[in-house]
């Protein structure tokens, strides 16, 4: 589903190992809740000293090969690690220790009782996140919006308010939070440097839920 924004999580250890692999240096890596300084390098006896945001846990491959390299040089331009630190400002907020406000009744679809009846269905109420709308967003912004995204540090699954219209089926709605539920359920790791989105574990239990088919066919005739 090529409009979902999806974040996937590396754990301190496995970020630390490639950091090694991409700079060929001994790493020391600290993660931290740092917002004054969300990325840090110094060298040490023997290698460097890395302290580093938890949001760059969910950084995309590109954002931390700039990282690696600014590591590596201890210098340098950074618009992709910086264009990242925007489009994260809420979720270091939250860690902030700001309590997460949710929103869930839409004025067609509540997403509450839609998180909670998948929730029975398919993950045996194991999946422990909090579901809301997303920010409102202008029209204009449609074409570059996501359907849905899950947190993996905040533990937020936020959907796009443009799915609470009348002409979006239930099913299709449901599709895309049972989508970020499985990601909050399965997790995604990094192996090297190699990172899967959605691997084939994830396809196949996504084809699991019961309208995916309906889904996938209504979104390609009436997606945005």
């Given at each position: 589903m090529e409009q979902f924004e999806l974040f996937f999580k590396h754990d301190e250890e496995t970020l630390r190992r490639w950091l090694e692999k991409e700079t060929r240096f001994t790493v020391r890596l600290a993660v931290t809740e740092n917002s004054t300084r969300m990325l840090s390098v110094k060298g040490v006896k023997g290698g460097v000293s890395v302290r580093l945001h938890r949001v760059f846990l969910e950084a995309p491959s590109d954002v931390l090969k700039e990282a690696a390299l600014f590591i590596?040089?201890?210098?340098?331009?950074?618009?992709?690690?910086?264009?990242?630190?925007?489009?994260?400002?809420?979720?270091?907020?939250?860690?902030?220790?700001?309590?997460?406000?949710?929103?869930?009744?839409?004025?067609?679809?509540?997403?509450?009782?839609?998180?909670?009846?998948?929730?029975?269905?398919?993950?045996?109420?194991s999946v422990r996140a909090l579901i809301t709308w997303g920010a409102p967003r202008s029209r204009r912004s449609v074409r570059i919006r996501t359907l849905g995204s899950y947190g993996y540090s905040s533990g937020v699954i936020r959907i796009n308010p443009l799915l609470d219209e009348k002409r979006v089926p239930g099913y299709f709605v449901a599709y895309v939070v049972y989508h970020e539920m499985l990601h909050a359920h399965m997790g995604v790791g990094m192996n090297a440097s190699r990172r899967s989105i959605h691997p084939r574990e994830f396809r196949e239990r996504e084809r699991l839920y019961k309208d995916y088919l309906r889904a996938t066919v209504w979104e390609k005739a009436y997606g945005a």
């Amino acid at each position: 589903m090529e409009q979902f924004e999806l974040f996937f999580k590396h754990d301190e250890e496995t970020l630390r190992r490639w950091l090694e692999k991409e700079t060929r240096f001994t790493v020391r890596l600290a993660v931290t809740e740092n917002s004054t300084r969300m990325l840090s390098v110094k060298g040490v006896k023997g290698g460097v000293s890395v302290r580093l945001h938890r949001v760059f846990l969910e950084a995309p491959s590109d954002v931390l090969k700039e990282a690696a390299l600014f590591i590596k040089k201890r210098r340098g331009k950074t618009p992709l690690i910086n264009g990242y630190i925007r489009s994260k400002r809420e979720s270091i907020k939250e860690g902030g220790g700001r309590r997460v406000v949710t929103r869930t009744r839409g004025e067609h679809h509540d997403l509450q009782s839609i998180f909670d009846s998948l929730n029975s269905e398919y993950f045996g109420s194991s999946v422990r996140a909090l579901i809301t709308w997303g920010a409102p967003r202008s029209r204009r912004s449609v074409r570059i919006r996501t359907l849905g995204s899950y947190g993996y540090s905040s533990g937020v699954i936020r959907i796009n308010p443009l799915l609470d219209e009348k002409r979006v089926p239930g099913y299709f709605v449901a599709y895309v939070v049972y989508h970020e539920m499985l990601h909050a359920h399965m997790g995604v790791g990094m192996n090297a440097s190699r990172r899967s989105i959605h691997p084939r574990e994830f396809r196949e239990r996504e084809r699991l839920y019961k309208d995916y088919l309906r889904a996938t066919v209504w979104e390609k005739a009436y997606g945005a």
